[in-house]
């Protein structure tokens, strides 16, 4: 079946600007992930919903950044104000939000979009 | 969170095992160690989850000593197209994966 897609692939903007970023998860995963990842580092994560509930924002940076997933699928990652270290790519995880898992449950990650702050 | 560590890079030729080593000396109880693996301009997908002793599936194998304050990943007879980054993540259903660093893999013709 189809994959984790995001949209756009690469996204251009100029300092101070709004942008979306969104993302399609996998069909029926209720767990959606958003990361940002920097040259050379490792993702970092941003926030996690389960349904259509933000469950923990303890990632987002500052108040510039907002997500929401308002029908429990599609989910947009807002920044206000864009700074030219927002420039980063941003990759979005889905998985299946099985409850009481003792496992790691494996994520899958879309292709991210590589935002560019002018 | 288990912190873990991991080499930054190692560089391997074609049809050559490539063993990378994570040390996870605070792994707790009931900790799963989980191998991502990223490609350039792509997200991160998952190759091999292990709890102890070994791990074996299509892509890769996963040693987990007795102690499982380390374990190690092996690519069989790796291809040009082995060239990424892995993780070594540490955890019990935590829904924040932690990546690290990594350990970049080169492999040469």
């Given at each position: 079946g189809a994959g984790v897609s995001q949209t756009p692939s690469n996204k251009v903007t100029e300092k101070g600007k709004y942008v979306e970023l969104r993302c399609d998860p996998i069909s029926g995963h209720t767990a959606l992930y958003w990361y940002r990842q920097s040259l050379g580092q490792g993702p970092e994560f941003l926030i996690y919903f389960q349904g259509t509930g933000a469950a923990d924002d303890s990632g987002l940076p500052n108040d510039r950044f907002f997500a929401v997933r308002p029908e429990g699928s599609v989910s947009t990652l807002k920044i206000q104000?864009?700074?030219?270290?927002?420039s980063a790519m941003y990759l979005c995880a889905s998985s299946p939000g099985t409850g009481g898992a003792t496992y790691q449950e494996t994520q899958y990650f879309g292709p991210g979009t590589r935002l560019l702050v002018l | 969170l288990a912190k873990t560590t991991q080499p930054i890079s190692m560089d391997s030729y074609e049809g050559q095992e490539v063993n990378i080593t994570c040390s996870h000396n605070n792994i707790a109880t009931n900790d799963y160690i989980t191998w991502y693996q990223q490609f350039p301009s792509q997200g991160p997908r998952f190759i091999i989850q292990g709890y102890k002793t070994k791990v074996t599936n299509e892509v890769a194998s996963l040693f987990i000593p007795a102690d499982r304050k380390s374990s190690t990943l092996s690519l069989p007879r790796v291809s040009l197209s082995d060239t990424a980054v892995y993780y070594c993540l540490v955890g019990d259903n935590d829904y924040k994966l932690s990546f690290g660093a990594g350990t970049t893999v080169t492999v040469r013709a």
């Open positions: 104000r864009t700074e030219r270290g927002d | -």
